[in-house]
Protein backbone atom coordinates (compact mmCIF):
# COMPACT_ATOMS: atom_id res chain seq x y z
CA UNK A 1 0.00 0.00 0.00
CA UNK A 2 2.74 2.09 0.69
CA UNK A 3 4.40 2.07 -2.30
CA UNK A 4 1.17 1.88 -4.22
CA UNK A 5 0.69 5.53 -2.44
CA UNK A 6 4.21 6.90 -3.09
CA UNK A 7 3.66 5.79 -6.86
CA UNK A 8 0.64 7.84 -7.13
CA UNK A 9 2.26 10.96 -5.13
CA UNK A 10 4.99 10.67 -7.30
CA UNK A 11 2.67 11.10 -10.40
CA UNK A 12 0.92 14.18 -9.17
CA UNK A 13 4.39 15.78 -9.08
CA UNK A 14 5.12 14.78 -12.31
CA UNK A 15 2.01 16.27 -13.44
CA UNK A 16 2.61 19.13 -11.29
CA UNK A 17 6.04 19.92 -12.49
CA UNK A 18 5.17 19.53 -15.91
CA UNK A 19 2.41 22.08 -15.41
CA UNK A 20 4.98 24.72 -14.16
CA UNK A 21 7.37 24.16 -17.27
CA UNK A 22 4.44 24.33 -19.95
CA UNK A 23 2.36 26.68 -18.47
CA UNK A 24 4.42 30.16 -19.77
CA UNK A 25 4.27 28.59 -23.62
CA UNK A 26 0.33 28.46 -22.95
CA UNK A 27 0.51 32.01 -21.81
CA UNK A 28 2.71 33.60 -23.97
CA UNK A 29 0.15 34.12 -27.49
CA UNK A 30 -2.61 34.88 -25.11
CA UNK A 31 -0.58 37.59 -23.23
CA UNK A 32 0.78 38.56 -26.49
CA UNK A 33 -2.44 39.04 -27.85
CA UNK A 34 -3.51 40.99 -25.25
CA UNK A 35 -0.73 43.30 -25.16
CA UNK A 36 -1.13 44.01 -29.34
CA UNK A 37 -4.84 43.83 -29.07
CA UNK A 38 -5.34 46.04 -25.95
CA UNK A 39 -2.62 47.46 -24.11
CA UNK A 40 -0.45 48.84 -26.79
CA UNK A 41 -3.79 51.07 -28.71
CA UNK A 42 -4.79 52.12 -25.16
CA UNK A 43 -1.46 53.61 -24.36
CA UNK A 44 -0.95 54.61 -28.07
CA UNK A 45 -4.29 56.47 -27.48
CA UNK A 46 -3.83 58.28 -24.45
CA UNK A 47 -0.43 59.40 -26.15
CA UNK A 48 -2.24 60.67 -29.30
CA UNK A 49 -5.10 62.43 -27.20
CA UNK A 50 -2.00 64.83 -26.31
CA UNK A 51 -1.24 65.65 -29.64
CA UNK A 52 -2.69 67.24 -32.68
CA UNK A 53 -2.72 65.36 -35.92
CA UNK A 54 -4.05 64.26 -39.53
CA UNK A 55 -2.86 60.63 -38.84
CA UNK A 56 -0.91 58.86 -36.45
CA UNK A 57 2.89 59.02 -38.04
CA UNK A 58 2.22 62.78 -38.46
CA UNK A 59 1.28 63.50 -34.56
CA UNK A 60 2.66 66.26 -32.47
CA UNK A 61 2.52 66.85 -28.92
CA UNK A 62 0.75 69.81 -27.81
CA UNK A 63 -0.17 69.24 -24.10
CA UNK A 64 -4.16 69.07 -22.38
CA UNK A 65 -5.21 71.49 -25.21
CA UNK A 66 -7.61 68.84 -26.64
CA UNK A 67 -8.91 68.08 -23.19
CA UNK A 68 -9.43 72.20 -22.90
CA UNK A 69 -11.23 71.35 -26.21
CA UNK A 70 -13.15 68.57 -25.37
CA UNK A 71 -14.67 69.85 -22.17
CA UNK A 72 -15.67 73.23 -23.07
CA UNK A 73 -17.42 71.57 -26.88
CA UNK A 74 -20.93 71.66 -26.56
CA UNK A 75 -22.12 68.84 -27.82
CA UNK A 76 -20.24 67.06 -26.15
CA UNK A 77 -21.25 68.39 -22.49
CA UNK A 78 -25.23 67.99 -24.56
CA UNK A 79 -23.77 64.08 -25.53
CA UNK A 80 -22.56 63.36 -21.46
CA UNK A 81 -25.85 64.66 -20.17
CA UNK A 82 -28.01 62.90 -22.59
CA UNK A 83 -26.33 59.70 -22.08
CA UNK A 84 -26.36 60.41 -18.15
CA UNK A 85 -29.95 60.41 -18.38
CA UNK A 86 -30.57 57.10 -21.48
CA UNK A 87 -28.29 55.44 -18.66
CA UNK A 88 -30.23 55.92 -15.72
CA UNK A 89 -33.38 55.62 -17.55
CA UNK A 90 -32.80 51.87 -19.07
CA UNK A 91 -30.71 50.71 -16.04
CA UNK A 92 -34.48 51.35 -13.95
CA UNK A 93 -36.31 49.99 -16.50
CA UNK A 94 -34.23 47.16 -17.85
CA UNK A 95 -33.66 45.62 -14.87
CA UNK A 96 -37.45 45.83 -13.67
CA UNK A 97 -38.29 44.41 -16.37
CA UNK A 98 -35.98 41.32 -16.77
CA UNK A 99 -36.62 40.37 -12.85
CA UNK A 100 -40.44 41.00 -13.10
CA UNK A 101 -40.05 38.41 -16.46
CA UNK A 102 -37.30 36.23 -14.97
CA UNK A 103 -39.59 36.05 -11.74
CA UNK A 104 -42.41 34.93 -13.63
CA UNK A 105 -40.87 32.44 -15.52
CA UNK A 106 -39.60 30.43 -12.35
CA UNK A 107 -42.70 29.89 -11.09
CA UNK A 108 -44.72 26.75 -12.73
CA UNK A 109 -46.14 27.93 -15.85
CA UNK A 110 -46.56 25.76 -19.12
CA UNK A 111 -44.28 26.67 -21.96
CA UNK A 112 -41.74 28.55 -19.68
CA UNK A 113 -38.65 27.27 -21.43
CA UNK A 114 -40.95 28.60 -24.84
CA UNK A 115 -41.27 31.82 -23.42
CA UNK A 116 -37.32 32.66 -22.17
CA UNK A 117 -36.56 31.63 -25.43
CA UNK A 118 -38.63 33.99 -26.80
CA UNK A 119 -37.63 36.71 -24.67
CA UNK A 120 -33.85 35.58 -25.18
CA UNK A 121 -33.94 35.89 -29.08
CA UNK A 122 -33.60 39.58 -29.25
CA UNK A 123 -30.08 39.47 -27.92
CA UNK A 124 -29.03 37.80 -30.66
CA UNK A 125 -29.91 40.24 -33.43
CA UNK A 126 -26.79 42.72 -34.16
CA UNK A 127 -27.21 46.42 -32.83
CA UNK A 128 -27.17 47.63 -36.26
CA UNK A 129 -29.84 45.78 -37.52
CA UNK A 130 -32.00 46.45 -34.52
CA UNK A 131 -32.00 49.81 -35.21
CA UNK A 132 -32.91 50.11 -38.93
CA UNK A 133 -35.55 47.38 -38.33
CA UNK A 134 -37.07 49.78 -34.95
CA UNK A 135 -36.47 52.83 -37.43
CA UNK A 136 -39.00 51.77 -39.99
CA UNK A 137 -41.35 50.94 -37.02
CA UNK A 138 -41.36 54.00 -35.19
CA UNK A 139 -41.96 55.16 -38.62
CA UNK A 140 -45.06 53.60 -39.49
CA UNK A 141 -46.69 53.97 -36.11
CA UNK A 142 -45.67 57.76 -36.41
CA UNK A 143 -46.68 58.62 -40.11
CA UNK A 144 -49.84 58.79 -38.92
CA UNK A 145 -49.17 62.01 -36.77
CA UNK A 146 -47.21 63.43 -39.57
CA UNK A 147 -44.07 63.14 -38.24
CA UNK A 148 -40.89 60.92 -37.83
CA UNK A 149 -38.10 59.55 -35.17
CA UNK A 150 -35.62 61.79 -36.39
CA UNK A 151 -37.82 65.05 -36.39
CA UNK A 152 -38.63 65.02 -32.14
CA UNK A 153 -35.85 64.80 -29.57
CA UNK A 154 -38.30 62.89 -27.24
CA UNK A 155 -39.15 60.05 -29.74
CA UNK A 156 -35.74 59.55 -30.21
CA UNK A 157 -34.91 59.33 -26.72
CA UNK A 158 -37.93 56.95 -26.10
CA UNK A 159 -37.22 54.66 -29.02
CA UNK A 160 -33.76 54.54 -28.17
CA UNK A 161 -35.04 52.83 -24.67
CA UNK A 162 -37.74 50.26 -26.28
CA UNK A 163 -34.91 49.69 -28.17
CA UNK A 164 -32.68 48.31 -25.27
CA UNK A 165 -35.49 46.95 -23.54
CA UNK A 166 -36.11 44.69 -26.63
CA UNK A 167 -32.31 44.00 -26.62
CA UNK A 168 -31.62 43.31 -23.32
CA UNK A 169 -34.15 42.23 -21.18
CA UNK A 170 -34.06 38.63 -22.43
CA UNK A 171 -30.39 38.29 -21.56
CA UNK A 172 -30.50 40.07 -18.10
CA UNK A 173 -33.37 37.57 -17.54
CA UNK A 174 -31.07 34.77 -17.84
CA UNK A 175 -29.05 36.03 -15.22
CA UNK A 176 -31.90 36.63 -12.88
CA UNK A 177 -33.55 33.29 -13.39
CA UNK A 178 -30.26 31.72 -12.65
CA UNK A 179 -30.19 33.80 -9.16
CA UNK A 180 -33.65 32.88 -8.82
CA UNK A 181 -33.31 29.00 -9.09
CA UNK A 182 -30.30 29.33 -6.12
CA UNK A 183 -32.78 30.90 -3.32
CA UNK A 184 -32.35 28.07 -0.89
CA UNK A 185 -36.09 26.21 -0.47
CA UNK A 186 -35.52 25.71 3.02
CA UNK A 187 -35.79 29.49 3.61
CA UNK A 188 -38.20 29.97 1.22
CA UNK A 189 -40.21 27.16 2.95
CA UNK A 190 -39.52 28.96 6.43
CA UNK A 191 -40.84 32.01 5.63
CA UNK A 192 -43.83 30.35 4.67
CA UNK A 193 -44.32 29.04 7.59
CA UNK A 194 -43.83 32.23 9.79
CA UNK A 195 -46.85 33.22 8.08
CA UNK A 196 -44.67 35.54 5.23
CA UNK A 197 -46.45 36.76 2.38
CA UNK A 198 -45.79 36.64 -1.37
CA UNK A 199 -44.65 40.46 -1.39
CA UNK A 200 -42.88 39.88 1.90
CA UNK A 201 -41.11 36.46 1.04
CA UNK A 202 -39.91 38.21 -2.39
CA UNK A 203 -38.57 41.73 -0.24
CA UNK A 204 -36.92 40.26 2.61
CA UNK A 205 -36.06 36.59 1.26
CA UNK A 206 -35.85 36.53 -2.50
CA UNK A 207 -34.09 39.45 -3.28
CA UNK A 208 -31.10 39.58 -0.94
CA UNK A 209 -30.29 36.04 -2.08
CA UNK A 210 -30.55 37.11 -5.88
CA UNK A 211 -28.20 40.50 -5.00
CA UNK A 212 -25.22 38.51 -6.69
CA UNK A 213 -26.98 38.59 -10.05
CA UNK A 214 -28.43 42.61 -9.65
CA UNK A 215 -24.77 43.55 -9.19
CA UNK A 216 -24.08 41.76 -12.52
CA UNK A 217 -27.29 43.01 -14.21
CA UNK A 218 -26.67 46.71 -12.62
CA UNK A 219 -23.03 46.72 -14.11
CA UNK A 220 -23.51 45.12 -17.95
CA UNK A 221 -26.78 47.08 -17.83
CA UNK A 222 -25.14 51.10 -16.60
CA UNK A 223 -22.20 49.93 -18.66
CA UNK A 224 -24.17 49.14 -21.83
CA UNK A 225 -26.01 52.39 -21.44
CA UNK A 226 -23.14 54.46 -21.61
CA UNK A 227 -21.31 52.60 -24.11
CA UNK A 228 -24.17 52.98 -26.63
CA UNK A 229 -23.21 53.33 -30.00
CA UNK A 230 -24.60 51.01 -33.13
CA UNK A 231 -27.88 51.45 -32.03
CA UNK A 232 -28.16 55.41 -31.70
CA UNK A 233 -26.16 55.50 -34.96
CA UNK A 234 -28.98 53.46 -36.74
CA UNK A 235 -31.85 54.44 -35.35
CA UNK A 236 -31.34 58.40 -35.03
CA UNK A 237 -28.00 59.24 -36.06
CA UNK A 238 -28.16 61.69 -33.36
CA UNK A 239 -30.85 63.41 -35.32
CA UNK A 240 -32.70 66.16 -34.64
CA UNK A 241 -30.02 68.98 -34.43
CA UNK A 242 -30.18 72.30 -32.73
CA UNK A 243 -27.97 75.95 -34.09
CA UNK A 244 -26.81 77.25 -31.00
CA UNK A 245 -25.55 81.15 -31.38
CA UNK A 246 -22.36 80.78 -31.81
CA UNK A 247 -22.74 78.43 -34.77
CA UNK A 248 -22.32 75.24 -33.26
CA UNK A 249 -24.45 72.23 -34.28
CA UNK A 250 -25.80 70.15 -31.66
CA UNK A 251 -27.24 66.48 -32.70
CA UNK A 252 -30.18 66.42 -29.54
CA UNK A 253 -30.16 62.60 -29.90
CA UNK A 254 -26.28 61.89 -30.16
CA UNK A 255 -24.67 59.86 -27.56
CA UNK A 256 -21.18 59.81 -26.51
CA UNK A 257 -19.79 57.10 -28.45
CA UNK A 258 -21.09 58.48 -31.50
CA UNK A 259 -20.36 62.11 -30.52
CA UNK A 260 -16.67 60.69 -30.29
CA UNK A 261 -17.02 58.81 -33.56
CA UNK A 262 -18.42 62.23 -35.70
CA UNK A 263 -15.94 64.56 -33.89
CA UNK A 264 -13.45 61.83 -35.50
CA UNK A 265 -14.43 61.23 -38.88
CA UNK A 266 -16.36 64.51 -39.21
CA UNK A 267 -14.83 67.18 -42.05
CA UNK A 268 -12.56 68.68 -39.55
CA UNK A 269 -9.56 66.44 -39.60
CA UNK A 270 -7.50 69.07 -37.15
CA UNK A 271 -9.97 67.82 -34.56
CA UNK A 272 -9.12 64.31 -34.49
CA UNK A 273 -6.40 65.21 -31.28
CA UNK A 274 -9.89 66.38 -29.54
CA UNK A 275 -11.72 63.77 -30.36
CA UNK A 276 -9.10 61.06 -28.83
CA UNK A 277 -9.21 63.40 -25.77
CA UNK A 278 -13.01 62.82 -25.27
CA UNK A 279 -12.55 59.53 -26.05
CA UNK A 280 -10.16 58.84 -22.86
CA UNK A 281 -12.04 61.35 -20.59
CA UNK A 282 -14.93 58.99 -21.79
CA UNK A 283 -13.07 55.56 -20.56
CA UNK A 284 -12.39 57.32 -17.27
CA UNK A 285 -16.30 58.29 -17.21
CA UNK A 286 -17.32 55.10 -17.23
CA UNK A 287 -14.66 53.03 -15.74
CA UNK A 288 -15.34 55.08 -12.43
CA UNK A 289 -19.14 54.75 -12.55
CA UNK A 290 -18.86 51.18 -13.51
CA UNK A 291 -16.48 50.69 -10.43
CA UNK A 292 -18.69 53.10 -7.66
CA UNK A 293 -21.85 50.70 -8.76
CA UNK A 294 -20.25 47.52 -8.38
CA UNK A 295 -18.42 48.49 -4.67
CA UNK A 296 -22.27 49.81 -3.91
CA UNK A 297 -23.87 46.92 -4.80
CA UNK A 298 -21.63 44.11 -3.59
CA UNK A 299 -21.56 45.82 0.02
CA UNK A 300 -25.04 45.53 0.08
CA UNK A 301 -24.82 42.08 -1.21
CA UNK A 302 -22.05 41.11 1.81
CA UNK A 303 -24.43 43.21 4.26
CA UNK A 304 -27.07 40.22 3.29
Not at 76 to 104: E, G, K, R
Not at 111 to 118: E, K, Q, S, W, Y
Not at 241 to 247: E, L, Y
Not at 251 to 273: C, D, H, P, Q, W
Request: aromatic share 14%; charged share 10%.
Amino acid sequence: MGNKKRKVLSGDSLIQKSLRKWFPLFLLPMLLSFIIGFVYPFLRGIYLSFCTFRTTSDAKLTGFGNYAKALNDPTFMHAFWYTALFAVVSVVLINLFAFAVAYALTQKIKGRNLFRTVFFMPNLIGGIVLGYIWSMIFDGILSSMNTSILLETKYGFWGLIILMLWQQIGYMMIIYIAGLQAVPDDMLEAAKIDGANRWQTLFHVTIPNVMPSITICMFLTLSNGFKLFDQNLALTGGQPFIQNADGTVVKTTEMLALNIYNTFYGANVSARGTAQAKAVLFFILVAAISLIQLQYTHKREVQQ
